[in-house]
């Protein structure tokens, strides 16, 4: 079965750090661009960070920029998500995803991305 399985989740105070990962099983992800996305209750679903399949690109949303670092392991095929200066507002699901396979380049658009995990859930309490 292929799929990707996020873990490092939890519950941290203001000001805390996460460390998020992502592992793949089934199937090599490792020349896929990957990107992590959250779900706060009642929102949607939006970007958070992304990283090209080589590792050399990132990209990252406004609000997590300079706190947030996305990076990968491509010989364990694991996506990384380091959360520092954690926010009450970061509180949500966190869920990875891979999809697309052009070198150099990594994607914000939920649609560029073939495959998701479950998600983990990430609670800031303040």
């Known amino acids: 079965q292929v799929q990707l399985v996020e873990s490092g989740g939890g519950l941290v105070q203001a000001g805390g750090s996460l460390r998020l990962s992502c592992a793949a099983s089934g199937r090599t992800f490792s020349n896929y661009a990957k990107g992590w996305f959250r779900q706060a209750p009642g929102k949607e679903r939006e970007f958070v960070a992304a990283?090209?399949?080589?590792?050399?690109?990132?990209g990252y949303s406004d609000s997590v920029k300079g706190r947030f670092t996305i990076s990968r392991d491509n010989a364990k095929d694991i996506l990384y998500l380091q959360m520092n200066s954690l926010k009450p507002e970061d509180t949500a699901v966190y869920y990875c995803?891979?999809?697309?396979?052009?070198?150099?380049?990594?994607?914000?658009?939920?649609?560029?991305?073939?495959?998701w995990g479950q998600g983990t859930q990430v609670t800031v309490s303040s």
């Open positions: 995803a891979a999809g697309g396979v052009a070198y150099g380049v990594w994607y914000r658009a939920e649609e560029r991305y073939d495959y």
């Open positions: 990283i090209s399949w080589g590792g050399a690109n990132t």
